[in-house]
């Protein structure tokens, strides 16, 4: 969850995010596993405004090439 907030913000602050920004950046695509993101975790009756505070940073990682899919 942290990463991505770091994304979404635009923050670095290790090489990992530094990488993953880049990577946008340049247009290539970024595949993440739903279960690695703990806030899908939540079951939805317990979602509030933080979690529609991320699934907002989520949606413009999205435009730039970040992919959430199943790991399936």
């Given at each position: ?66 992919e ?5």
């Amino acid at each position: 969850c942290s990463t991505v907030g770091q994304l979404a913000a635009g923050t670095g602050g290790s090489p990992y995010v530094e990488t993953i920004m880049s990577v946008l950046l340049l247009g290539k695509r970024i595949v993440v596993p739903r279960e690695g993101i703990q806030l899908f975790c939540i079951p939805q009756s317990e979602r509030g405004p933080y979690w529609r505070l991320f699934e907002k940073q989520l949606d413009g990682l999205k435009t730039l090439g970040l992919e959430v899919c199943d790991r399936v």
